[in-house]
């Protein structure tokens, strides 16, 4: 493990916290779209009722949640890369995913005008653009 009160050592540290933050956040939602699929479907149709994508939802909600999934799984096995091997690929690939994945969800809100919405997804794509640039680090 490298000495953490060096640049390395932060990079390390920034490297372990991102891809976890990633993990937590996309393998939660995911899920919660898998065990409430219903709930989500009810939910995101009226809230897609009066948007050019309201014949597609569950199609996208399919989507997403794949996407959701595929972030947390490959920031999760990064994490434990970071630790084990000092080797982010996995979780930078996870990092990019994770992108997409909010870029499709900003999409989203931006179809069916709820602009607030779209605006909360802001600081998440932040932390998206921050953790490609670490974990893109050797």
């Known amino acids: 493990m490298p000495n953490l ?3 390395d050592g932060a990079i390390f ?5 991102i891809s976890a933050f990633f993990a937590i956040l996309f393998l939660q939602s995911g899920i919660d779209k898998i ?3 219903r709930g989500n479907l009810e939910w995101l149709t009226g809230h897609f009722a009066k948007s050019p994508l309201a014949g597609m939802v ?3 909600l399919g989507v997403i949640t794949i996407m959701e999934l595929s972030a ?11 630790l084990l091997r000092h080797d982010s690929t996995i979780a930078f690939y996870g ?7 909010l ?3 900003f999409f989203g809100q931006r179809m069916a005008k709820e602009y607030p919405g779209a605006a909360a997804l802001v600081p998440y794509f932040l932390v998206v ?8 680090q050797r």
């Open 5 to 7: 009160h060096t640049s």
């Open 13 to 17: 540290v920034l490297q372990i916290l």
């Open 35 to 37: 065990i409430d699929r």
């Open 58 to 60: 569950p199609v996208l």
């Open 72 to 82: 947390g799984a490959l920031s999760a096995i990064g994490c434990v890369m970071i």
């Open 95 to 101: 990092a990019i995913l994770a992108g997409l994945a």
């Open 103 to 105: 870029l499709a969800l």
């Open 129 to 136: 653009i921050a953790g490609i640039i670490w974990l893109g």
